[in-house]
């Protein structure tokens, strides 16, 4: 029976640059490739461009014709074969969660570092309930309030990957100072909530919140916000770019630049330390 085409998801473009990047590495073409397997070049050329899936025992075989040894590169690529089609909890909002939407979800779910820099607001993995609600409200145009509900609940259920038992997501978090003065007039107690669970969440080892002053020195960051999701293995990083029209991937080779960026806009950002102090007073104020 023929292969149904598939939709080439964000998990299975990780997996065919690899598998095309060890090719490469071992020194075949598509057709020494495709012999040493017994396929035909399309199916080959289709597993590397996502357009079709491939099962974990043939990644196996994949790796052993590449001369890969590493024990842990057969794990990471046999568990995204596997994981590739998977449905995850966030299938349940499939109403309101899009499909670029569960595309990052799965990303974060399957990531072991995430650094993110947020000019404008709070990350979604930071954010408590009443915050998502309220900025989804005053920034979606098209949403129910049904809609806007489940979408926070959404939000809150993806924050389980920096609690989740034996290998807890490592989040760098860097935001603007000015993401920490929002005002939110339908609830004021929003911002001190916020800021509160700042830093509670800060206690996590695997939490790491630094913030950008308004005097900062010039930095690349000022050309916009980025996540840079890494994952277990020898799969490329992959960059989300978001806007009001959606999200945008960046892939393969061009998430490079991005990891230069985030280290020079880490340094460029507060302590730690100061970081901590800073959000307590503001927290503090809000108290009074």
């Known amino acids: 029976m023929p292969h149904q085409p598939v939709e080439p998801t964000v998990r299975r473009r990780r997996l065919g640059q690899t598998l095309k990047k060890l090719r490469n590495d071992a020194s075949m073409t598509l057709e020494d490739a495709a012999l040493a397997m017994g396929w035909k070049v399309p199916k080959l050329s289709k597993i590397e461009n996502a ?37 995850g909890w966030w299938q349940t909002y499939s109403g309101v969660v899009s499909p670029a939407y569960a595309d ?9 570092h995430i650094r993110e820099w947020a000019p404008l607001a709070i990350p979604g993995l930071l954010q408590t309930a009443a915050y998502a609600r309220e900025t989804m409200t005053a920034t979606s145009e098209t949403r129910t309030p049904e809609e806007i509900v489940a979408l926070a609940e959404v939000r809150q259920a993806r924050q389980a990957v920096l609690t989740r038992p034996g290998n807890p997501l490592q989040l760098w978090a860097i935001i603007h100072e000015a993401a920490l003065h929002t005002r939110f ?20 080892p695997n939490v790491t919140v630094q913030l950008m002053p308004v005097n900062s020195t010039a930095h690349p960051g000022m050309f916009g916000g980025f ?20 999200a945008t991937y960046v892939e393969g080779d061009g998430a490079q630049p991005f ?17 901590l102090a800073r959000i307590t007073k503001l927290e503090e104020g809000h108290r009074k």
């Open 259 to 275: 990891a230069h960026a985030v280290e020079r806009i880490r340094a460029a950002a507060l302590s730690v330390e100061d970081t």
């Open 104 to 112: 990052y979800i799965s990303l974060e779910d399957d990531a072991e």
């Open 185 to 204: 007039e339908v609830r004021p107690a929003t911002m001190r909530e916020q800021l509160r669970r700042l830093l509670d969440v800060s206690e996590l």
């Open 51 to 87: 357009r079709q899936n491939i099962r974990p025992a043939e990644v196996t075989a994949l790796l052993k014709a590449y001369g890969v040894t590493d024990p842990e590169v057969f794990t990471a690529l046999e568990n995204l074969a596997k994981d590739a089609g998977k449905k």
């Open 227 to 246: 996540g840079l999701v890494s994952f277990p293995g020898p799969t490329p990083d992959v960059v989300l770019l978001e806007n009001l029209s959606g």
